[in-house]
């Protein structure tokens, strides 16, 4: 089956190159914006049109098509011997403001093609394949990430989103109802009968790029530390005030910023660490910043490593502000966890790979993706894709359509031999 | 006469502590805000009725009082036997937006008390006594700074000024005209009889407070040069972009601000450095910062000093941003050399000062005065006393009543030698 999979003008994937470029078009048109982006929303007109041109595309391959109580969008090709095992792929459909036409809207993409040839060259598998199109992601309209595939595991509270509203006004529930979907009757129910996703996916960063690789075998998540931080000095008239009366909160932003990301690089892979946003006051040329509130981001695929780092750099932070004389305050406001990869399923992507000769690398994740929900209860795995100049999140999201085929190719056989192989 | 002007609840000053308190609470009532500040700017209502009623109370003590074509106000005691030369004093009397009620007007408030004292005890000088109330300084509500005395000396030119407007959008010619003011005649024509401007006016700074001085006398007021500075990295995601890989705009600040800061702190006084404004683009959490905007303001009291510091932070900074693979754009938008006050005069004031016993400290200005555009022209010096804690701009701006009386006292004894003694 490799083989005939493999080979380019043969077989069911003669047109791989033209199917995954008009793919790829055709989604772009639900929620195409000005700029040549994609701004497509929960629950909003073009995320609707969306999901019911996915639900005619399943169906016109003649998969058994649904949408569960939210609005996730499932395209099923029962397995004739383990039909209760489902092998799952896919990704989310809804973008970020203003974002590109591949951030999770490629892996459903990939899946739909991927189930397409293999129906098409091998009928009816053993196991269950099942294309999945998220309703939610990104957390762009409301404020709630992950809303499609905490659904799945019984994980999203009616609570949580039934008092939060978007830009506008709408609320949650209001969006929701008007397109029919409601919330799950059993808010804790949850699928039981995934036996593996596998999720393909942008990597929205340049690593592959930088070093030349195709594919991304993804083994693990990072976890993530957030932070607001905020330094108080003093305000003074920057003329009138001797540079030693000051108590500088640029300055002591700036020495904390200094030193932190010296010890980070020094640290390296694949420890990160950004200070993002840097809001002083009052903000301008002739005063001395009395305060300056800045945020910090760090991740690493290691918790135990995640904590420690970040709890040395907390230290740091208190000793520098109390050197200057400042008060400082800390606010962790997000802790999350690495999410490590189900490594059988690594490893047999990796097999995969090595098989059909790709020019792949193990990586781990630096973005949160649908995977990270789905790897503490199901055998998960992701593959990554590059990014040109790792860009994201913007209409310039790009990748070559050669990589765009080659992540089609290794997601097929993946799913071939987790679906068709006893 | 030293004497007697010094004895406490003796001659004409026994109720100088509350002339002071009164004036500057009679003040402080036009242009008052719901903030306990002031806003008093350029040729708006609160401001003509300041200048009015300081007319009418000028007029009260007999003095010649009159407008200029722009509107300062003079109050006049006509010297007997050199009636031709001027010993003036006084300052602005508009304010910042919410500003306190010292900046500039306690100049004003203690030339005319000064002058009251000294006419009441002494009756006519032998040179000119001159109050004025300079019609603005601060540039608060048009883009332009030192309207009042700019001209007095034919600095300012109808060009400057004719196109600008505030904030609401009325243009300064019919804001000015509105109140029966117009640009002046003759553009280039300026004052010749001015033989020495003493200017009292609070610190706007920590110094005398933290020294324990009650009077500054003023030798110099600094150069000053503003730069606007934009450092070009890449903007990233934050999770997927390792360190190595990073041109981090804010890290590039902070390392440029960290060093140039402890250069500044080495040089010490009178040499002072801030970087008072910093905007990341994008400034969020979770992308790598690709640009920065960062302002950096320099002043010291020696121009050669000055230039050769700020030619060492931008040979460092561009060095710095060469090393990180990033752009920098360097605009110095601002350079003003230092203004030295007159020496003679300088020693006079500091000769009363002994003489009165007066806890004194000779001092630079840090931050820009209308005597630093008399200075160039005819003799002048000017007075601090304290501000609490520093405070300006501000509605806290506060200086201890008994400070504002020696102030007021020194003035006094200044004006005494330099227009009743030969």
Redesign the interface.
């Known amino acids: 089956m490799d083989t005939q999979l493999s080979n380019k003008g043969e077989g069911t994937m003669k047109n791989i190159i033209q199917d995954v470029e008009n793919n790829v078009n055709w989604l772009s048109q639900f929620g195409a914006v000005p700029s040549g982006g994609i701004t497509r929303l929960l629950y909003t007109k073009e995320w609707f049109d969306a999901q019911q041109a996915l639900k005619s595309k399943f169906e016109d391959i003649g998969l058994d098509v649904s949408f569960d109580e939210v609005g996730n969008l499932s395209g099923r090709l029962t397995g004739s011997q383990y039909p209760e095992q489902v092998i799952m792929s896919g990704s989310h459909v809804d973008s970020v403001v203003n974002g590109g036409n591949l951030d999770g809207h490629f892996g459903i993409i990939a899946a739909y093609l991927a189930i397409q040839y293999l129906k098409e060259k091998y009928g009816t598998p053993l196991r269950t394949l099942e294309v999945i199109s998220l309703a939610e992601e990104e957390g762009s309209r409301f404020p709630y990430v992950f809303w499609g595939s905490k659904n799945l595991f019984g994980l999203a509270k009616k609570e949580d989103v039934q008092n939060i509203k978007d830009g506008a006004g709408v609320s949650f529930t209001d969006a929701m109802r008007g397109l029919g979907f409601n919330f799950k009757q059993d808010e804790t129910a949850a699928r039981k009968d995934i036996k593996a996703f596998v999720e393909l996916h942008i990597?929205?960063?340049?690593?592959l790029e930088?070093e030349g690789n195709t594919i991304g075998v993804v083994n693990s998540i990072?976890g993530?530390r957030?932070y607001n931080i905020t330094l108080k000095g003093q305000a003074?008239?920057?003329?009138?005030?001797?540079?030693?009366?000051r108590k500088?909160a640029?300055?002591g932003?700036?020495?904390i910023?200094?030193e932190s990301?010296a010890k980070?690089?020094a640290a390296?892979?694949?420890?990160?660490?950004?200070?993002?946003?840097?809001?002083?006051k009052p903000?301008?040329?002739?005063?001395?910043?009395g305060e300056?509130m800045f945020?910090m981001?760090c991740?690493h695929t290691d918790q135990a490593y995640l904590k420690t780092f970040t709890e040395e750099i907390e230290h740091d932070m208190r000793a520098i502000a109390k050197e200057m004389g400042m008060e400082i305050e800390i606010d962790r406001w997000m802790d999350e966890a690495p999410v490590p990869m189900d490594p059988q399923l690594v490893d047999t992507l990796k097999n995969i790979c090595d098989k059909e000769q790709l020019n792949y690398r193990v990586m781990h994740?630096?973005?949160?993706h649908d995977a990270q929900i789905f790897a503490p209860r199901v055998p998960t795995a992701m593959l990554f894709i590059p990014s040109i100049k790792?860009i994201?999140?913007n209409p310039a999201e790009k990748t070559k359509t050669e990589d765009l085929v080659e992540g089609v190719k290794a997601l097929t056989q993946a799913l071939y031999q987790l679906a068709y192989q006893d």
């Open positions: 990597e929205q960063g340049s690593v930088n990072v993530q957030r003074n008239h920057a003329g009138t005030t001797p540079m030693r009366y500088d640029v300055y932003f700036s020495r910023c200094t990301i980070a690089e390296g892979d694949p420890l990160v660490l950004t200070f993002g946003k840097v809001v002083p903000n301008t040329v002739n005063v001395v910043p300056v945020t981001d991740r994740s630096g973005a949160g790792g994201s999140h």
